[in-house]
């Protein structure tokens, strides 16, 4: 019997009305993983994923952690559909606008990381649709307009309800662009944004600067041309028409230091939705069947002694406090006894 489990339990259950909460995760052995099905993806509090991360002798051996206050991968999903929902539909449109000017964009970043890591799918905590657009290309499209500028451009054809900014060097956005602000194809990103069902969201295209025979995303981060071209039709979470890179996994692996996995009890990339509390833990739901297994976790177990501490003083300042009261009562009486 798992005695931390049973005392502790009052005061990290879930409560009611709210969505269950897991009860066990054993937690797998493999501390990177390329693709993992949402169903054996957590979040769980960053604090309490390092401790075991540190104190335990994962991945030797086996990691079964208290998930009471961790969210499934499902669930996280489901509460951030609407958001990943309009990321799809503006990176679909995206791909059709430029298409119809005749540039031709593909996923990168946490677009690609999500369409490799959940198979064509999204990363379940994803805020914004990521995508590139090669310059050399996009200097041929200014080019056939009489040098009119790819902002200009961008601008004419966008339908009511969709906007666009561009982002200059020193990361500033700029609503509603003109070639008078960037000419030709100089601009290192811009994004077109909309509001689908009631959630605003939007897509980024990056300039990529394609000379001799390498592709750059930024500075020092280059592939060959055949790591990149040619370009691979596929589609997004099944629905939207897009292009991802000839060779994936290489480009994820150089843009993200040769960990484009999943990184099994590690932070999630801090973001305005979920700050930097959570951790991504991969692994096995479990019932509370399996709770004397359980590694108590420290920072909690110190939580919870502090709140019991807490507890006996006032109780036992409650008790001493009747106590006076009660001698002090007994005392008026023999007084007015003796004085009677």
């Known amino acids: 019997m798992n005695l931390p489990w049973l005392l ?3 005061f990290f259950a879930p409560e009611q009305g709210q969505v269950s909460r897991p009860q066990v995760i054993r937690v797998w052995n493999d501390t990177e993983l390329l693709r993992a099905d949402v169903d054996n993806i957590f979040l769980c509090p960053k604090q309490s994923v390092s401790f075991f991360r540190e104190a335990s002798g994962w991945p030797a051996t086996d990691l079964y952690i208290d ?8 669930d996280v999903w489901n509460s ?5 929902a309009c990321v799809a539909k503006v990176t679909g449109f995206t791909a059709e606008l430029l298409a119809d000017i005749g540039l031709d964009d593909f996923l990168l970043d946490g677009s690609l990381l999500g369409w490799v890591r959940h198979k064509g799918g999204q990363i ?9 657009v090669l310059r050399s290309q996009c200097e ?10 790819i902002c200009d451009i961008l601008r004419e054809k966008l339908p009511h309800g969709y906007f666009l900014y561009a982002i200059d060097e020193d990361e500033v956005v700029h609503p509603d662009p003109r070639g008078s602000d960037f000419a030709g194809c100089d601009v290192p990103e811009l994004r077109i944004g909309s509001t689908v069902n009631g959630e605003w969201c939007h897509t980024d295209i990056y300039m990529a600067s394609d000379v001799d025979d390498e592709i750059c995303f930024r500075e020092g981060v280059c592939f060959r041309r055949d790591q990149v071209l040619p370009l691979r039709n596929e589609s997004l979470v099944g629905r939207y028409p897009v292009k991802i890179p000839a060779q994936p996994e290489e480009i994820l692996s150089g843009l993200y230091k040769n960990h484009s996995g999943i990184m099994n009890l590690h932070g999630v990339p801090m973001n305005y939705a979920f700050q930097d509390d959570w951790a ?3 692994g096995t739901e479990l019932d509370d069947s399996f709770s004397d297994r359980v590694t108590v976790d420290r920072p909690r177990l110190y939580e919870a002694l502090s709140l019991i501490c807490v507890a006996f003083v006032l109780c036992f300042g409650v008790a001493y406090l009747l106590r006076s009261k009660c001698r002090r009562q007994a005392g008026f009486v023999k007084i007015r006894q003796y004085t009677v």
């Open 280 to 282: 991504v833990v991969i």
């Open 80 to 84: 951030n559909g609407d958001r990943l």
């Open 8 to 10: 502790f339990s009052p």
């Open 67 to 74: 998930a009471r206050r961790c969210q499934r991968g499902r």
């Open 124 to 132: 379940p905590w994803d805020l914004d649709g990521d995508t590139a």
């Open 140 to 149: 041929e499209v200014a080019g056939r307009s009489q040098g009119q500028a």
